[in-house]
């Protein structure tokens, strides 16, 4: 099964720009879509952006339209999540996440979902 690393998390400055990057060993990455969530103090996990096996279809969250962007390279087994014009209100724990297509990625109630072990981003005013 494939496992997932996160990196890239860290401290800035609102209005500063980060980029995540989730690696992916031990199976057929390309076979998943693939997805970034995160978790807010004192809040449930929430879906933030996710992207085909092929990386040609994205959706995001409302609150993210615009200011970040998800890709995929799957020469390298990552997906990245670009964000831009950081809010304090983004500062949360963000995960990678990978399931069989967007449809279980965005479900609630999926059961094959993946996870990584979540890289913290705080967001400073």
């Known amino acids: 099964q494939v496992q997932l690393a996160e990196s890239g998390g860290g401290l800035v400055q609102a209005g500063d720009s980060l980029r995540l990057s989730c690696a992916a060993s031990?199976?057929?990455?390309?076979?998943?879509?693939m997805g970034w969530f995160r978790q807010l103090p004192g809040q449930e996990r929430e879906f933030v952006a996710a992207?085909?096996?092929?990386?040609?279809?994205?959706t995001y969250a409302d609150f993210v339209k615009g200011r970040f962007t998800i890709s995929r390279d799957n020469s390298k087994n990552t997906v990245y999540l670009q964000m831009n014009s950081l809010k304090p209100e983004d500062t949360a724990v963000y995960y990678c996440?990978?399931?069989?297509?967007?449809?279980?990625?965005?479900?609630?109630?999926?059961?094959?979902?993946?996870w990584g072990q979540g890289t913290q981003v705080t967001v400073s005013s």
């Open positions: 996440a990978g399931d069989s297509d967007l449809f279980q990625l965005t479900s609630k109630t999926s059961r094959t979902r993946i």
């Open positions: 031990g199976g057929r990455f390309g076979a998943y879509a």
């Open positions: 992207t085909t096996w092929s990386g040609r279809s994205t």
